[in-house]
């Protein structure tokens, strides 16, 4: 088949790859390499990332995988065709290590981009709410009618979708700044870019390259290709110069039977629409999509209604304007559970906000000190050491009408493995209150 996109080149038979890092993603794309006849050497600088997992040490070895845990060297690097960095590892940290002119440093969504025969992409970045959307576009395109493939940073590498076989109508790919970065001619049919705010300025030297890097999203399409934004990023997107037809959405009650709580999901629902609309998706298999739809784990995910008091799980709110949006979502009056490493934004200019809507903060974890300063004298503040005694808390002052929301403002990495984990805590606990 002829592609239709420019895909840059695909490694030769015998080049050497560089993979970084022995996640879900970089054994996918480790994995897609041997396959297409290059030398892999696997990298992870973890010396105990394989431990306890035998079985897939034994693979990669019957596979020719030349696995080396451990610091990394320039040596490691010398000589290979590509290198294929974790999504969290940040490419300048690869500086010093890797000869640019030799080698091509490229994401693992670009690397199995160069091997899909033309199935369209519908891909999703923003800082928040891309999970949701993305979920959201797959339903409405399935509801049409097509086989859909819903991956990237959502959870399916897209080299699995490659090295499965299993072609499908549209490939419906979350992807975040890390993975942008070292995208080069990676080109969605479909681009949606539902938002920036500040985030990820632990990984990113400031928000101008964390802006660059989501709007990179855009830089290889052209007029027949179709850019989704939020109405508020009309001048970046001026200055970026796309040239694919743009389309800028607000929230709209379009879908009035929706389940999902809040402004930003009416955002999320026609952000989706207008991209699936490209695909040929009616106006009514959307509607019936979103009326099926149910909220994702951890994104103000209703867990249940006690004494007339309803606890809501939004773990994933790691930032301060995932905090905003969570509690604009809300007409009743709330206990805000918050707490975890802090990742940076503005706590204090949400003084007005939590005069309005909040009864009072309870805070458990790490960086009581950030929200103390911002929110002192504002609303009542308590501190617990961990969750469990901060729920019951929170629990016991609330009185029927309220709700008692989950929504950290930070990352979980203080006391839990991922938000995941925490959100999983927060709902045992509220299933043991009585």
């Known amino acids: 088949m002829a592609l239709e996109k420019n895909r840059g080149r695909r490694i030769e038979p015998g080049e050497l790859a560089v993979v970084v890092g022995a996640g879900r993603s970089g054994l996918a794309a480790a994995r897609l390499l041997r396959r297409a006849g290059a030398r892999v050497r696997l990298l992870d600088s973890n010396l105990k990332a394989l431990a306890g997992r035998e079985v897939l040490a034994a693979e990669l070895a019957a596979l020719g995988i030349d696995v080396q845990l451990g610091e990394h060297s320039a040596a490691q ?77 959502i959870g399916t590498p897209l080299s699995e979708y490659v090295l499965g076989g299993k072609k499908a109508d549209v490939l419906v790919l979350e992807i975040s700044s890390f993975q942008l970065q070292a995208c080069t001619t990676f080109c969605p049919r479909a681009g949606i870019l539902l938002n920036i705010t500040p985030n990820h300025l632990d990984y990113h030297k400031d928000m101008a390259e964390y802006t660059e890097a989501k709007f990179r999203l855009f830089r290889c399409q052209d007029e027949g290709d179709l850019a989704v934004l939020g109405e508020d990023l009309q001048a970046l997107a001026d200055a970026h110069r796309l040239k694919a037809r743009k389309v800028f959405v607000k929230a709209t009650d379009r879908f009035p039977a929706s389940c999902l709580m809040g402004a930003h999901n009416r955002i999320n629902e026609e952000a989706a629409w207008q991209a699936c609309r490209l695909f040929g998706v009616t106006e009514a298999s959307a509607t019936r999509a979103v009326e099926r739809f149910q909220p994702l ?70 960086s009581r000190e950030h929200f103390e300063k911002a929110w002192q004298g504002i609303v009542p503040i308590s501190w617990h050491e961990t969750m469990e005694p901060a729920v019951r808390f929170a629990s016991a002052n609330a009185r029927s009408g309220d709700v008692v929301l989950l929504a950290p403002a930070t990352s979980s990495y203080d006391l839990y493995k991922n938000y995941e984990q925490r959100g999983e805590d927060f709902k045992q606990i509220v299933g043991k209150l009585s």
């Open 297 to 366: 784990p951890h994104r103000l995910e209703r867990v249940r209604e006690l004494g007339g008091v309803l606890y809501v799980n939004d773990s994933k709110c790691t930032t301060v304007s995932a905090l905003q949006v969570a509690l604009e979502a809300f007409d009743r009056p709330v206990r805000l559970l918050c707490g975890g490493k802090f990742k940076g934004g503005d706590l204090a200019g949400l003084a007005d906000l939590l005069r309005a809507k909040v009864q009072e903060v309870v805070l458990f974890g790490a």
């Open 77 to 153: 690097f010398a000589g290979a065709a590509f290198v294929v960095p974790s999504p969290g590892m940040p490419v300048a940290r690869l500086e010093g290590l890797v000869d640019t002119q030799v080698s091509e440093i490229l994401a693992e969504m670009e690397l199995a981009w160069r091997y899909l025969d033309d199935e369209p992409v519908l891909a999703i970045t923003g800082t928040s709410g891309k999970t949701t959307t993305a979920s959201l576009a797959a339903a409405m395109l399935h509801e049409q009618g097509y086989a859909v493939f819903l991956g990237g940073n």
